[in-house]
């Protein structure tokens, strides 16, 4: 498998639990579960992509801007699981935060998969691609 494939399969887990956690409703175990699953996902995410996508990616000029951005998007995602962890669970605006973050977190996944991959799958070779793929995952792995 290539980076980018190992990218879109934690990308479909993050919009699935997105989609399921904006279907609860109140302060219940199910609500409480899988926003810390999510919140798991997104930073292990973040962290691993950041150091086996990104950072060999700002090796080329023409992917620092795009690299910077991404990891702009990082840190967005994070203060809104910060607002979340600090909002009432039962409140509508925890509700209303986590469609905030659902929204972010697509745009930065459809940034990712319809621009970013392909400047990048044309500066990276076949081997490249797969050593980030192994790297990454080794990285998930240590971080779960």
Same mark, same amino acid.
């Given at each position: 498998?290539?980076?980018?494939? %190992? ?8 919009? !699935? !639990?997105? /989609? ?8 219940? +175990? *199910? ?10 996902? !997104?930073?292990?995410? *973040? ?8 950072? +060999?990616?700002?090796?080329?000029? @023409?992917?620092?801007?795009? @690299? ?14 910060? #607002?979340?962890? @600090?909002?009432?669970?039962?409140? +509508? ?5 986590? #469609?905030?973050?659902?929204?972010? %977190? ?20 076949? #081997?490249?691609?797969?050593?980030? *793929?192994? @790297?990454?995952? /080794?990285?998930?792995?240590?971080? *779960?």
């Amino acid at each position: 498998m290539t980076i980018f494939e %190992v990218l879109r399969q934690d990308h479909e887990k993050q919009r !699935l !639990l997105l /989609k399921i956690l904006c279907e609860t409703h109140g302060d219940t +175990p *199910a609500r409480r579960e899988y926003f810390e699953e999510l919140k798991q996902a !997104l930073q292990e995410h *973040a962290t691993a992509e950041e150091r086996h996508f990104y950072m +060999p990616l700002m090796k080329h000029d @023409s992917a620092v801007d795009l @690299s910077r951005h991404g990891i702009a998007e990082h840190h967005e995602i994070d203060e809104l699981i910060a #607002k979340l962890d @600090s909002t009432d669970w039962s409140s +509508p605006v925890w509700l209303k935060t986590l #469609k905030q973050l659902r929204e972010q %977190v697509e745009h930065h996944l459809n940034d990712e998969e319809q621009g970013f991959f392909q400047v990048a799958g044309k500066m990276l070779t076949a #081997k490249q691609k797969n050593e980030l *793929a192994q @790297s990454y995952r /080794k990285e998930m792995t240590s971080l *779960a």
